[in-house]
T-cell receptor, first 111, second 113 residues
Framework: DGGITQSPKYLFRKEGQNVTLSCEQN?????MYWYRQDPGQGLRLIYY???????QKGDIAEGYSVSREKKESFPLTVTSAQKNPTAFYLC??????????FGPGTRLTVL | GENVEQHPSTLSVQEGDSAVIKCTYS??????FPWYKQELGKRPQLIID?????GEKKDQRIAVTLNKTAKHFSLHITETQPEDSAVYFC????????????FGTGTRLQVFP
């Protein structure tokens, strides 16, 4: 999972503002995922992509959007429609043997 | 869809004691069960996983058991150390090349010296 980078580490958003979280990987993995983690809770799937130019909604996709134009990159946009976006966001890739590897995360705070 | 329940939500043990965390799943088709450890502010890291064709797997002080009939699996940590303190998540999925993992809500383990 050292081959997965997320930026920025901390992000502050004003009300009504869209922000984009970056996720890059050099592991040559096809599938990538975005999870949201709230305090005291598990990881909830936002979006996932199994291949370039294709992605599917997860369990909590409302208020989020993604793109997968390159194999290495899977950015997540948190739109103004997401009413409670303050959370820890984790990107992951799927390696061999069904193992998911996580990036270091981005902590988003709404001001 | 799959649902994973995890218990307990918090667990405190004395250093050297054993710790057990239990998870149940709902979808009998699930066949891959990983466990992740997450230290404060860090990313989850895979510590052990098990597939439905085996009942138990060990890696040093860590073991996982699976009961397919009852649809539950457990993480066992023996001879706990303070550095074992973290949040542990179980998960379940349908292999191979499953779309997604379904995670439990996590167990905060505290090991007191």
């Amino acid at each position: 999972d050292g081959g997965i980078t997320q930026s920025p580490k901390y992000l502050f958003r004003k009300e009504g503002q869209n922000v984009t979280l970056s996720c890059e990987q050099n592991l040559n993995h096809d599938a990538m995922y975005w999870y949201r983690q709230d305090p005291g809770q598990g990881l909830r799937l936002i979006y996932y992509s199994q291949i370039v130019n294709d992605f599917q909604k997860g369990d909590i996709a409302e208020g989020y959007s993604v793109s997968r134009e390159k194999k290495e990159s899977f950015p997540l946009t948190v739109t103004s429609a997401q009413k409670n976006p303050t959370a820890f966001y984790l990107c992951a890739t799927l390696g061999r043997g069904d193992t998911q590897y996580f990036g270091p995360g981005t902590r988003l705070t709404v001001l | 869809g799959e649902n994973v329940e995890q218990h307990p939500s918090t667990l405190s043990v004395q250093e050297g004691d054993s710790a057990v965390i239990k998870c149940t799943y709902s979808d009998s088709a699930s066949n891959y069960f990983p466990w992740y450890k997450q230290e404060l502010g860090k990313r989850p890291q895979l510590i052990i996983d098990i597939r439905s064709n085996v009942g138990e797997k060990k890696d040093q002080r860590i073991a996982v058991t699976l009961n397919k009939t009852a649809k539950h699996f457990s993480l066992h940590i023996t001879e706990t150390q303070p550095e074992d303190s973290a949040v542990y998540f179980c998960a379940a999925s349908i292999s191979p090349r499953t779309d997604k993992l379904i995670f439990g809500t996590g167990t905060r383990l505290q090991v007191f010296p």
